[in-house]
C-alpha cells in the first residue's frame, strides 16, 4: 500500500467471554471502556476527530456465525467472546501508529497480557474491503474523512 493511500481496517481486541452484568455485557448499557480507548488511541495519533472513526462492542463475529450455524437451537451468546472493535480509515503509517498507540494504551506485551484490562487479550486487525456489498456500511468512514474541514 502506498503511504498516501487509505484503506478501512478493522482493529479488535478480544477479551473473553462477556460480563454478565454492565458494560462488558451482552445486554448492557454504554460505551465499553476498552472500546472508549481505542477511540482515545485514534484521537491521540492525529488529533480528535483527524482520523474516521467508530467503535463497536460485541461477540467476535467469526466466532459467533459459526457457533449459531453449528449449535443451532442450542447456541448460547454467553459461550461466545466478545472483543472492542475500532474502525478506521487510514494510511499505512497512521495504521503502523495506530497499532503502537493501542499497545501502549492497553498495556500490552508481546504474550497478549494486558495491564489496561488486567488478563490477557487477543489483538488483531481486519482488512475491509469496499468492494464487498456488505461491507458498504464502512463508506461513511470515507465520506468523513473527505467531508473534512480544510478537505480539497
Given amino acids: 500500500m502506498e503511504d498516501d493511500e487509505r484503506r478501512v481496517w478493522e482493529l479488535a481486541v478480544e477479551?473473553?467471554?462477556?460480563?454478565?452484568?454492565?458494560?462488558?455485557?451482552?445486554?448492557?448499557?454504554?460505551?465499553?471502556?476498552?472500546a472508549l480507548l481505542l477511540e482515545e488511541s485514534a484521537h491521540r495519533i492525529r488529533g480528535i476527530n483527524r482520523i474516521p472513526c467508530f467503535t463497536a462492542f460485541g461477540p467476535v463475529v467469526e466466532l459467533d456465525e459459526f457457533a449459531q450455524r453449528a449449535w443451532g437451537e442450542s447456541y448460547d451468546p454467553a459461550r461466545i467472546p466478545v472483543e472492542c472493535r475500532l474502525s478506521v480509515y487510514v494510511t499505512d503509517t497512521e495504521l503502523d501508529e495506530l497499532a503502537r498507540a493501542v499497545t501502549d494504551d492497553l498495556g500490552l506485551d508481546h504474550d497478549g497480557n494486558s495491564t489496561t484490562v488486567g488478563r490477557k487479550v487477543a489483538v488483531s486487525l481486519r482488512p475491509i474491503s469496499l468492494e464487498l456489498h456488505e461491507n458498504r456500511f464502512y463508506q461513511h468512514l470515507v465520506d468523513q474523512y473527505e467531508n473534512r474541514p480544510g478537505a480539497d
Fill in 15 to 34: 477479551l473473553g467471554l462477556p460480563d454478565a452484568t454492565g458494560v462488558g455485557a451482552l445486554d448492557g448499557e454504554g460505551i465499553h471502556p476498552i
